[in-house]
């Protein structure tokens, strides 16, 4: 059916894509998806980087030129009305021009967690400095706030956000795991989740042990070669299999004490959701061999919940529920629990 009214848009805005939805007026139908490069990227693909330029004088052409993108969107799809925009808490300062030094050290304290609207803009409430409004839509979006049964949502984009309860409440918090996969695989050309199943064939075939560690000394010194990634011979090193243990001990340490602060156990979860870039790709039994993941009968990919809960937002708003869901989230730094370190220690080898 030939398409006649107004189109709307949903924005995913991450840290270094821009995902989006246009809407259709006529029926609510998505008629259109896709990425552009976030043009923050250009600051520094490191977040900590492109916040240290932020503050640092180039504030208001981040702002301007994100804010740009966006609007250049809403233009090439002959968008009108407001623009219901998705984002971690760091994007969402930029894309409204706040001050992002709070974010930047201890106590990271952002200059507001509330869903703003502006000219041209409408965001989403935010949990906490580490868990932002993409997490909010994802809530909504699998309607974690309406169910009576507790789920886990892991989000393994740049930051590993993660949610565990239900209805009645949430709690809520973040790992620096994403980094590790995604610069390996960028710098690899190939999706960070792939260097999980690359580790997970390593240890089936005895390359290397439980612990990581390569029990062939060529490899131990030179790396284990892949072949096949932009015709050219790459090497996975020992060092980059120890990264790739801190980042996938973090994601489960981080599990095991969402639940022992929710006082329940593995058992008492009916499903665990998989969200964001890396999620897409990753191989739920490679992560489980690895030890990143629990093994659980309920694992799924979600797809990209940040994108599908602002499309939703843009279908059905109600700026109410989302701030009913920020209410009924704690937040917690995993990093000030001393659990947290003993756990991940313990769930360092494969």
């Not at 896709?34 to 492109?50: A, D, F, H, L, Q």
């Not at 740049?158 to 695989?185: C, K």
Request: proline share 3%.
């Amino acid at each position: 059916m030939e398409q006649t009214g107004e189109f709307r848009l949903a924005v995913d805005l991450g840290s270094t894509t821009i995902g989006y939805g246009v809407i259709s007026g006529d029926d609510d139908s998505v008629v259109k998806t896709g990425i552009i490069e976030n043009p923050g990227v250009s600051y520094g693909k490191n977040i900590m980087s492109r916040m240290g330029a932020y503050v640092a004088g180039a504030k208001d052409i981040i702002t301007t030129k994100m804010r740009a993108s966006i609007c250049d969107l809403g233009v090439k799809n002959q968008v009108s009305g407001d623009i219901v925009v998705s984002a971690n808490t760091t994007m969402n300062h930029m894309l409204l021009g706040y001050d992002c030094e709070g974010l930047m050290e201890a106590p990271y304290r952002p200059v507001t967690l509330e869903g703003k609207r502006d000219e041209s803009f409408r965001t989403f409430p935010g949990f906490s400095a580490f868990v932002g409004g993409d997490i909010v839509s994802g809530v909504r979006y699998l309607s974690l706030d309406k169910k009576e049964e507790i789920s886990l949502l892991i989000d393994l984009g740049t930051n590993g956000e993660m949610v565990l309860g239900n209805r009645h409440g949430f709690v809520v918090s973040s790992v620096a795991a994403g980094p590790a996969f995604e610069e390996w695989g960028a710098s690899h050309g190939m999706y960070g989740s792939g260097v999980i199943d690359i580790c997970c064939r390593l240890l089936k075939t005895g390359i290397i042990d439980k612990n990581g560690t390569f029990l062939d000394d060529g490899f131990l010194q030179n790396g284990f070669p892949i072949s096949g990634i932009r015709d050219r011979e790459v090497f996975l090193t020992q060092d980059d299999i120890r990264d790739i243990q801190l980042a996938k001990a973090a994601v489960r340490a981080g599990v095991e004490l969402l639940l022992k602060l929710y006082g329940i156990s593995y058992e008492d979860v009916a499903h665990i959701y998989l969200a964001g870039g890396m999620g897409e790709h990753l191989k739920v039994e490679s992560a489980v061999a690895l030890g990143m993941l629990p093994p659980h009968p309920h694992i799924t990919y979600a797809g990209n919940t940040s994108l599908l809960g602002a499309i939703e937002e843009v279908i059905y708003p109600d700026t109410d529920r989302l701030r009913k869901i920020t209410e009924l989230g704690r937040a917690v730094l995993l990093s000030e629990d001393e659990r947290f370190n003993d756990i991940f220690v313990e769930n360092m080898s494969f």
